[in-house]
């Protein structure tokens, strides 16, 4: 699954202030882990709360593929 954003504003950057505290935060979180699935599917999900496209876009577009 990927997410993608159709537009950025402008004022949205003003968020990027609170992306090394959600990165932290969730990276403390996510430490606990001791299956090596779910690890792996961790990363995924971190890499995924903060790409450009969560932080700072307006309207969001879930891509899903059926397998």
């Not at 202030?17 to 882990?33: D, G, H, N, Q, V």
């Not at 496209?53 to 397998?67: D, H, I, Q």
Request: glycine share 2%; aromatic share 10%.
């Amino acid at each position: 699954m990927e997410v993608r954003h159709t537009h950025i504003k402008p004022i949205s950057y003003s968020y990027a202030i609170y992306a090394p505290s959600m990165w932290l935060y969730t990276k403390l979180a996510f430490r606990k882990e001791k299956d090596l699935v779910q690890r792996s599917r961790n990363k995924e999900i971190l890499a995924t709360l903060l790409s450009a496209s969560l932080l700072f876009g307006e309207c969001l577009m879930l891509v899903a593929r059926k397998v």
